[in-house]
């Protein structure tokens, strides 16, 4: 089944640094890769999703990039916001969508002002 | 258009009892997954279903686990005999269609004492 290794697991930058968290997968049929946010005791939230046909995706401050032959995909953060503080998940699916997901462990990101 | 609903929210069972967890997808969404993360953790896809069919079921337990999704009326994951490791947050998301994005309700977190 798919492996899904999320670095670093802890993360803390200065308010207005750029934040980079980065996933490997090891599945090389997964073609969907999504990204939660989730605040403390609060549901997933899709931030920004990137399927394996395109390399970047970028939704305003948020992007992420994506390597099919590496098998790795980031997410980059720029003008970190103290309301950026949260735990990031990234995942990966070879049905194109939410079927048989398979997430990161997580990283806690710390915005500090 | 309400969002995935979840009930209930927390829910305490003690060891032995049956846990019952409800899901309302998305109005128009008729795919349905649950996803158990434990504390510190990512989450795990545990079952895909769709209106009276169980798609995937490949990450659900072989025992004392089941879910059902009616053709009337939400989504239930079924827990019998609880023991103190089934306490987790249990989350259930929704799509319109296979391989589109998900939507997370809240979650019920379930506590085994």
Redesign the interface.
């Known amino acids: 089944?798919e492996n899904?290794e999320?670095h670093p697991s802890t993360l803390s930058v200065q308010e207005g640094d750029s934040a980079v968290i980065k996933c490997t997968y090891s599945d090389s049929a997964s073609n969907?890769f999504?990204w939660?946010k989730q605040e403390l005791g609060?549901?997933?939230?899709?931030i920004i999703?990137i399927r394996s046909n395109v390399g970047e995706k970028k939704d305003q401050r948020i992007a992420v990039t994506l390597n099919k032959t590496a098998k790795h995909f980031s997410l980059h953060i720029t003008e970190t916001q103290p309301e950026d503080s949260a735990v990031y998940?990234c995942?990966a699916s070879p049905?194109?969508?939410?079927?048989?997901?398979?997430?990161?462990?997580?990283t806690h990101l710390i915005i500090q002002p | 258009n309400a969002g995935v609903m979840q009930n209930p929210r927390h829910l305490v069972r003690r060891r032995g009892q049956e846990a019952r967890l409800r899901c309302s997808p998305m109005k128009g969404h008729s795919h349905v997954y649950w996803y158990r993360q434990l504390p510190e953790e990512g989450l795990k896809f545990m079952v895909y279903l769709q209106k009276e069919n169980i798609i995937d079921e490949s990450g659900m337990p072989k025992e004392r686990f089941s879910a059902e999704f009616p053709k009337e009326g939400p989504s239930i994951l079924r827990i019998q005999q609880v023991v103190r490791g089934d306490s987790a947050a249990y989350f259930c998301a929704s799509s319109p269609r296979q391989g589109t994005e998900a939507f997370f309700g809240q979650g019920t977190r379930l506590t085994v004492v």
């Open positions: 089944g899904v999320q969907y999504p939660y609060k549901r997933p939230q899709l999703d998940f995942a049905g194109g969508g939410a079927d048989g997901l398979t997430f990161g462990k997580g």
